[in-house]
């Protein structure tokens, strides 16, 4: 074999892995994780619940414990009032990698919807603890204390 032989097999090897890596959707081929995560966060900065939940659920086929796809899928759920379903992705979430604030802070609004404000608080002083400049849930904390009628702790928290 010649040498532009050898690359061109090499060239074709390499498109095939990476054909391989990505994952499908109903609609086609879409992009490797990483773009895809990034398609869904559009997706769900347009409203587009439907749109980011489908994408998600296409990478957790693949990958069931990616725990941005799992975190993102709790979010859409937690949107579209889907709080059962929403609480066992975002526990496997927190599961999966403990020490991400943003899965604590959903765990919080979900514990809030269900007005669970002990529990919801818990979670978002969980998400100072690992991100102090996580303003929304100094925000949120603040909310959960005026409803519990701990206005001083509400005014430290907002």
Not at 9 to 17: E, Y
Not at 50 to 69: H, M, Q, S, V, W
Request: proline share 4%; with cysteine; hydrophobic share 40%.
């Amino acid at each position: 074999m010649t040498m532009s032989k050898n690359k061109r097999r090499d060239n074709k090897k390499k498109r095939k892995a990476q054909a391989g890596r990505r994952a499908r959707t109903s609609k086609g081929r879409i992009p490797p994780q990483a773009q895809a995560l990034s398609l869904a966060w559009q997706n769900l900065s347009k409203g587009d619940f439907d749109g980011t939940e489908t994408i998600c659920k296409d990478i957790l086929r693949l990958f069931p414990n990616n725990p941005d796809a799992l975190y993102m899928l709790a979010l859409v759920l937690s949107h579209k009032e889907q709080i059962q379903a929403a609480m066992k992705v975002i526990e496997k979430a927190i599961a999966v990698r403990p020490n991400h604030a943003e899965s604590h802070w959903v765990l919080g609004l979900l514990f809030g919807k269900q007005v669970r404000f002990d529990e919801a608080i818990a979670a978002y002083q969980k998400v100072i603890e690992l991100q102090p400049n996580f303003h929304l849930a100094y925000n949120n904390l603040g909310i959960m204390l005026q409803r519990l009628v701990r206005p001083k702790e509400a005014e430290q928290a907002f």
